[in-house]
Structure formats: structure tokens, C-alpha cells
């Protein structure tokens, strides 16, 4: 069974970092590209970012590109993001993703449960 | 960037009705394109990629069809459990983007 597990959403001041994580079992980690995506509060989803099966290549949306990077650790089969310089409208459910090949210009397939960040003073 | 489109934003129905969501893209992408369905405060589930393949576990009431910049949603025999949010996506290059979703609530 798929399975993916985010952790590390928190409250932080804006102008903070968090870093979150998303544990994997279920699937053979390193063949398949990751994105996270976010959910503002009563909001739509919106597409953060997306790492290739083996860390080489990685995107970002606009709204977080020079604040937030992307990265894997193949042999602990786990994703993360780093969040830095953080702002009020960075607060979200973050949502850890499989894509469905090793490219991440893929659909996602798998999704994980979510973690909340909050950015507020 | 390529911008997604999706009508209409909300729309009421009944259990056994057929609803349908359309999804159009500001340029053409093929046949790369996903839809999602997301229960209130629950993790989105993947329902369908390429235009129109269901993904393993999806009830065959549920079908995706078009390609280059107009595409559909059909839900045929609505079931109580489809009440929910759905959401369109493309992944024809970056960044990968969403529409913004139709909520079907029930009448």
C-alpha cells in the first residue's frame, strides 16, 4: 500500500523557516518524481513544486521560487521542502505527492494527508 | 504559464443524475491532464490522467474526455459519496497548474 506521511508543519513568525518532510512506503521511492502542492485556508490547490526521480531537476511556482527548495534523500526514502523567508500567504496544508513517472511533468497519483503551516505574528 | 479554466465553479444536483465539468486550457496541451476529487478537510484522491484514463480503484461512473484545450469530467449516476470538490490540472510543462475547481453539492 501507498503511503505518504508529512510532518513538520507548524506556526511560525513571518520572516521564519520551516522545514517539512514527507516519509514514503509502498513504492520504490527513487523512480518516481515528488511535488508538493498547497491548499490556503478555504482556498483551491495550488502547485508548489516537483523534484525528477533522482533529485537532478527540480521546478518551482513563482510565488515560492528563491524561498523554498525542494530536495530527497533516496536512501531514506523521504522528500522534503524548505521554507524560508516565510510570508502570511505561505499558510497552507501542504500536501506531499507521487507523480506517476521518474519526469515530474507527470500527474500525481498519490497524495499524502497533508501538514498545516501558519505563518503569523 | 498556462492557465486553467474550469466551469462552472459550483453546481447542485441529485443522487442518479449526470453532471458534467469542463476544464479549458489557455493553450493546447495534448492530452496531458489530470482531475482530482477532494472531500471537505481530506487530502485530494486522483480520479483521472491523460484526459481519460481512470486511475486503479475508480468507479467506471466517473469518465474524462478531450484533448488540446477543451476538456470534461462526466460523473453518470451521481452517488452520495461524489459530493465533493474537483479540480483540473495540466502537466504540459511547468508550472503544473490547477483549475479552480467545481464543488457539487447536492440539491
Known amino acids: 500500500e501507498v503511503q505518504l506521511l508529512e510532518s513538520g508543519g507548524d506556526l511560525v513568525q513571518p520572516g521564519g523557516s520551516l522545514r517539512l518532510s514527507c516519509a514514503v512506503s509502498g513504492f520504490s521511492f527513487s523512480s518516481y518524481a515528488m511535488s508538493w502542492v498547497r491548499q490556503a485556508p478555504g482556498k483551491g490547490l495550488e502547485w508548489v513544486s516537483v523534484?525528477?526521480?533522482?533529485?537532478?531537476?527540480?521546478s518551482y511556482a513563482d510565488s515560492v521560487r528563491g524561498r523554498f527548495t525542494i530536495s530527497r534523500d533516496n536512501y531514506k526514502n523521504t522528500l522534503y521542502l524548505q521554507m524560508n523567508s516565510l510570508r502570511a500567504e505561505d499558510t497552507a496544508v501542504y500536501y506531499c505527492?507521487?507523480?506517476?513517472?521518474?519526469?515530474?511533468?507527470?500527474?500525481?497519483?498519490?497524495w499524502g494527508q497533508g501538514t498545516l503551516v501558519t505563518v503569523s505574528s | 504559464d498556462i492557465q486553467m479554466t474550469q466551469s462552472p465553479s459550483s453546481l447542485s444536483a441529485s443522487v442518479g443524475d449526470r453532471v458534467t465539468i469542463t476544464c479549458r486550457a489557455s493553450?493546447?496541451?495534448?492530452?496531458?491532464l489530470a482531475w482530482y476529487q477532494q472531500k471537505p478537510e481530506k487530502a485530494p484522491k486522483s480520479l483521472i490522467y491523460d484526459a481519460s484514463t481512470l486511475q486503479t480503484g475508480v468507479p467506471s461512473r466517473f469518465s474524462g474526455s478531450g484533448s488540446g484545450t477543451d476538456f470534461s469530467l462526466t460523473i453518470t449516476n451521481l452517488r452520495p459519496e461524489d459530493f465533493a470538490t474537483y479540480y483540473c490540472?495540466?502537466?504540459?510543462?511547468?508550472?503544473?497548474?490547477f483549475g479552480g475547481g467545481t464543488k457539487v453539492e447536492i440539491k
Open positions: 523534484i525528477s526521480s533522482g533529485g537532478d531537476s527540480t
Open positions: 493553450q493546447h496541451i495534448g492530452r496531458w
Open positions: 490540472q495540466h502537466y504540459h510543462g511547468y508550472p503544473l497548474t
Open positions: 505527492a507521487k507523480q506517476r513517472e521518474t519526469f515530474g511533468d507527470s500527474g500525481t497519483d498519490y
